[in-house]
């Protein structure tokens, strides 16, 4: 199992990135599959999950600002970030739950600029 994050950037309050993961290994479409993030000093925390049904949660904290999506066809997630704020800056990881193992992308870092 494999996952591929990408899009993590430096931005400015108020302003957009669009993560983007790949995953390989498994039965993508049936899987759900999440966004966690960790900012510095403090634990991982889940941002967004969607399940094969398209059913998305979010964590309050982004609720309205953060949209995840999933394409089963291409086996990718994607998390649009809008309206993003300082406290927003973490390591974003696409991660899956697959027979019993958790599976972490490498990480994406997400930093403000002044």
């Known amino acids: 199992v494999q996952l591929q994050a990408s899009g993590g950037g430096l931005v400015q309050t108020g302003g957009s990135l669009r993560l983007s993961c790949g995953v390989s290994?498994?039965?993508?479409?049936?899987?759900?599959v999440d966004w966690y993030r960790q900012a510095p000093g403090e634990q991982r925390e889940l941002v967004a999950s969607?399940?094969?049904?398209?059913?998305?949660n979010y964590a309050d904290s982004v609720r309205g600002r953060f949209t995840i999506s999933r394409d089963n066809v291409n086996r990718r997630m994607y998390l649009q970030m809008d309206a993003l704020k300082p406290e927003d800056t973490a390591v974003y990881y696409c991660?899956?739950?697959?027979?019993?193992?958790?599976?972490w992308g490498k990480g994406t870092l997400v930093t403000f600029s002044s």
């Open positions: 991660h899956v739950h697959f027979r019993g193992r958790y599976y």
């Open positions: 290994g498994i039965n993508f479409r049936i899987n759900t």
């Open positions: 969607i399940n094969s049904g398209g059913v998305a």
